[in-house]
């Protein structure tokens, strides 16, 4: 019996069904920008495993981390006791955020550092609703399913969580600018109700629908928070460490939130971590009159997760990330160009190193996803997008598989 068929068995897999399930494929080695499948093939990873793989698979950098950690201790509680690893990537992360950003707050994963921001921001303020925009993602916790799109992946979860207010998907794409009709709807909702925070996505909707809209508008959108008191929390869970051009999404406004929430590349995609970064203001009003912040996860701190998103960010900024990313980006524009002209798509896109092709119909991903594979890349479509984050290590012949596979795929 092989892997999938022992997984079959029992293993219930992401935004898959146990009855009707999808294609499954079996990895017995990743290293660098390959996947080997246990039949024995290799794939040109296109995803960076979900955008977090920045620097490919068995890194020695990221390897020599991990073994130096353990060598010393896996984990101790974060309750009462502290570390060098997180003191360190603390330390690290206040440094290449904005200046106003001082705090750190450790947490399990991107969808739990979205908890730890939307919570922040209620005890902050004493107010229990957020505003965001429609066509964001934030994860699928129930905080986070509360300000992701309701008419997106998590509608089947109406009732169940908090009804939080939403306003329209930034209009104006990346390269236009934003009027104040475009801001209007928002200027009215934060006129006409408090709201504890607005959160959103910098510049780039990621899962909700890959796009990206204009600088312009966030930097309105955080004027008109400001001018009624309301905190901003930027989701940089899939904008951050270069994947959009800049080191951050915000970057490309110029603004800076009062709450920041970073994930996925974080670790280098070697495990599940997150972290938000607050101002001392945030922090001084949650713990005012010597109050706690009334959240802890037992894994909080890990020191494993320390160290590794140590090196992994220490290796990114020591390297032309910016030059890499460009030259991505560029490689990416050329091998999708093709795909302009097939029939059933909508749409070509790229910025930094995130390459979409949007189709005008939902794909058929028993049928596509086999496609993509027998032409050599792993590539995940979901709805009408069929979309590329790759490794920043992928070369010019790993970007022409991926690329050529996607429109080898779609073609008739």
């Known amino acids: 019996m092989n892997l999938r068929e022992r997984d079959r068995r029992h293993l219930w897999h992401p935004y898959a069904s146990t009855t009707t399930p999808s294609p499954l494929y079996g990895v017995t080695d990743a290293c660098g920008t390959r996947l080997t499948l246990e039949d024995g093939r290799t794939l040109v990873d296109g995803m960076s495993s979900w955008w977090a793989a920045i620097h490919g698979y068995r890194h020695p950098v990221l390897d020599a981390a ?66 965001t925009v429609r066509g964001g993602y934030h994860g699928d916790t129930a905080g986070a399913m509360s300000v992701t799109d309701p008419e997106g992946m998590h509608g ?30 928002v200027a009215e909702a934060l006129a006409r109700q408090e709201f504890a925070a607005v959160i959103i996505e910098p510049v780039v909707q990621g899962a909700g629908g890959m796009r990206w809209y204009s600088p312009d508008y966030l930097r309105g959108l955080v004027e008109l928070a400001r001018a009624h008191g309301v905190l901003v929390v930027f989701d940089e869970i ?50 005012g009159n010597g109050g706690a912040f009334m959240h802890g996860p037992t894994f909080m701190a890990n020191p494993l997760a320390c160290a590794v998103s140590k090196a992994s960010v220490e290796l990114l900024l020591a390297q032309d990330w910016r030059g890499t990313v460009a030259r991505i980006g560029a490689e990416l524009r050329s091998g999708l160009a093709p795909a302009r002209d097939l029939p059933g798509v909508a749409d070509v896109r790229v910025l930094g190193a995130i390459g979409v092709v949007e189709l005008e119909q939902p794909c058929d991903l028993s049928v596509l996803q086999p496609r993509l594979v027998d032409e050599g890349a792993w590539v995940r479509p979901f709805g009408r997008l069929v979309y590329t984050m790759p490794p920043y290590v992928s070369t010019t012949e790993d970007l022409a598989t991926v690329t050529t596979a996607i429109v080898k795929s779609l073609s008739p």
């Not at 101790?76 to 707050?105: C, D, Q, S, Y």
């Not at 450790?106 to 730890?116: N, P, Q, R, T």
């Not at 104006?172 to 801001?183: I, K, M």
């Open 156 to 185: 089947l979860f109406r009732g169940h969580v908090v009804e939080q207010v939403f306003v329209a998907r930034p209009g104006p794409s990346y390269d236009e600018g934003c009027t104040p009709a475009d801001l209007a709807e």
């Open 238 to 287: 899939a904008t951050g460490f270069g994947r959009t051009g800049e080191l951050w999404g915000m970057d490309h406004a110029g603004v800076v939130p009062d709450i920041l929430c970073v994930g996925k590349a974080l670790t280098g995609g070697t495990m599940t971590m997150g972290a938000v970064l607050c101002t001392d203001e945030v922090a001084e009003r949650v713990c």
């Open 66 to 131: 991990l073994k130096a950690q353990v060598d010393r201790f896996a984990h101790v509680m974060f309750g009462g006791l502290t570390h060098a690893p997180a003191v360190e990537l603390g330390e690290l992360l206040v440094a290449i955020t904005p200046p106003e950003l001082t705090k750190v707050f450790f947490a399990d994963s991107g969808s739990v550092a979205v908890e730890v921001a939307l919570k922040m921001a209620v005890q902050a303020t004493g107010r229990p609703r957020v505003l």
